[in-house]
Nanobody, 129 residues
Framework: QLQLVESGGGLVQPGGSLRLSCAAS????????LNWFRQAPGKEREGISC????????DYAGSVKGRFTVSRDISKNTMYLQMDSLKPEDTAVYFC??????????????????????RGKGTQVTVSS
């Protein structure tokens, strides 16, 4: 069973950067489509980024496009979210999630709005001066 653990959150000033990590165990990430989503207090969960099982396809929500970059390192079995030009409205708990793909090498499926069942426990990101 795949398990996910997020890290890298913290307090950063507006305009700053953070890199989140999502470390996997129990299985290799290249069998999974992967998402990042976030949830702020009192707000609905927001899917923000995805990467396909093949690793060739990525997508972003409009709220983060051009500022956030998703990537993965299969040798480290870890997914990353590079977050630049952070804004106070980016403050939230950030989660990674995974969905098993039966044909990962050719899978281009990437949907950051999809509700995936395998999730980590999250890491807090606070953007404030």
């Amino acid at each position: 069973q795949l398990q996910l653990v997020e890290s890298g959150g913290g307090l950063v000033q507006p305009g700053g950067s953070l890199r989140l990590s999502c470390a996997a165990s129990g299985h290799t990430l290249d069998h999974y489509a992967l998402n990042w989503f976030r949830q702020a207090p009192g707000k609905e969960r927001e899917g923000i980024s995805c990467i396909s099982a093949s690793g060739r396809d990525t997508d972003y929500a409009g709220s983060v496009k051009g500022r956030f970059t998703v990537s993965r390192d299969i040798s480290k079995n870890t997914m990353y979210l590079q977050m630049d030009s952070l804004k106070p409205e980016d403050t939230a708990v950030y989660f990674c999630a995974a969905d098993f793909q039966s044909a990962p090498q050719i899978s281009s499926w990437c949907d950051y709005t999809f509700n995936m069942d395998i999730r980590g426990k999250g890491t807090q990101v606070t953007v404030s001066s």
